[in-house]
């Protein structure tokens, strides 16, 4: 690593990659930010949820010191067998490296406007209670039990941009991976940044990607300064039933806009899919 | 089967039922929903994907017929092995039930603010190119592949009510679901009803769970005469680049609201999470 490359501070990424296909474009863009990453002078972890044959479903498998006779109740078995060093080792691998990361990214396809399952199975069974939330760990929806960390979903998609803006049939992306931005990340204390989206990868002529990817470096060097999306925070901005106090919304906003304080700074990206 | 419990009209239902936990309240409101319709008249079958064992992540297992050298494009495969009729036993067999089927409810827990990853691995592998979807069936969003088919989400969530209402921060539960009621029961052509949600799972005394089954059989008994959510249609509602017309929204409304029509009739249920 030569000074040039050296960035003032090196950090650590967690990179995880989501497709069964080796030669996909989801693994070319994960690939690619992973040798971007690493010539930034960054240190680089990779999940290949595929390649690792990652058990996608959460089940009594995964509570190794549960009684088989007793009703395995999910979020009281997850607290116990995280606090008490009881979860399996594929589980404690990958929480051991979400703890190391300062970033953590997803590479994913969009299948049925959300995440693969398999990509659904490493949520559901690495974000425990006890780990990822719940009363062990400090609140949901600000500084969190993984705060501090920057989060990025690099998403492909298979139909074009226009029907993923404000008025396109399938939504706004920001609004379809909700679930993902602000239930996943945000929920755990992660500093969601807009969703990168590479459109129309049916048919992807290699001067399209070579595109993407000029988009994706420039993506990829933001990453630790970029402006997060600026969910509202449940310390300050919600009453004791979590309901948004009266007065702090932008007037014109509805539905999953409420929860979006107005963007501060200029210069931040913005897509079509945050136009009004 | 007796004159006074024969409906006018028998109809097929498929019920879909997800928890690890055979005693959990998933489970008993399936048992519930199972007991229920059939005593109404109904046939019912149910797929138990927890006891099925049910492969959760779409590989290249699911293509036998596929050439292992060749790069696998998903979209493309899943079209010429459903065409062709190569697709594996498992998957055969649940589209054979959704054909069968004149509804379809999903009774799941609500893990990250979306379904279980053994659910979505049911989505991602059954719903292929060629049977739910793509060039081979009618366009989505309108009559769709499968359409002249109800469908309902039962969903059973830890977190209290007040947390999913417009301004509560997880999210009106209609816009967090909005991937699964718009994105995938009426991307295929089926008719959404309004999610049945139990709210407060984490204790659920025995009071609260007969009044969840007294609101569940209400729900039940209207499956098939209940207004569905009124999502616009591609034909007719959108431009040729799937943006909606111009002058079609509802005045004050924006984001994900602009996919829904303004409801038609009293008497349709509406939840708090509909409230404007």
């Not at 379809?176 to 990340?185: A, D, I, M, N, T």
């Amino acid at each position: 690593m030569n000074a040039e490359t050296t960035p003032r501070k090196r950090k650590n990424i967690l990179v995880v990659t989501v497709h069964p296909e080796a030669r996909s474009l989801t693994a070319a863009l994960a690939a690619f930010a992973v040798e971007h990453l690493r010539a930034a002078g960054h240190a680089v972890r990779v999940s290949d949820l595929y390649a690792m044959k990652w058990k996608a479903a959460l089940d009594a498998d995964d509570f190794p010191g549960h009684p088989a006779d007793r009703r395995l109740d999910l979020l009281g078995a997850h607290e116990r067998a995280t606090l008490a060093g009881l979860l399996t080792p594929d589980v404690v691998a990958e929480q051991e490296k979400v703890r190391w990361s300062d970033a953590v990214i997803l590479h994913f396809p969009l299948w049925w406007f959300s995440v693969p399952a398999i990509l659904k199975g490493w949520i559901d069974r690495v974000f425990t209670n006890g780990f990822a939330h719940g009363p062990a760990v400090p609140p949901p929806y600000t500084e969190g039990a993984l705060g501090g960390r920057r989060a990025l979903a690099s998403v492909t998609i298979g139909a074009r941009e226009s029907a993923f803006s404000a008025r396109g049939v399938h939504g706004r992306l920001a609004d379809v991976l909700y679930p993902v931005q602000h239930g996943f990340f945000w929920f755990t204390g992660m500093a969601p940044l807009d969703p990168f989206a590479v459109y129309g990868t049916v048919d992807m002529p290699g001067e399209r990607f070579e595109a993407a990817k000029r988009e994706y470096r420039r993506r990829l060097d933001g990453l630790f300064t970029d402006e997060p999306v600026p969910f509202r925070s449940l310390t300050g901005d919600y009453d004791h039933d979590m309901r948004l106090l009266p007065g702090l919304e932008t007037p014109g906003t509805s539905g999953l806009d409420l929860h979006v304080r107005p963007r501060e700074r200029r210069g931040a990206p913005r897509t079509a899919d945050q136009a009004p």
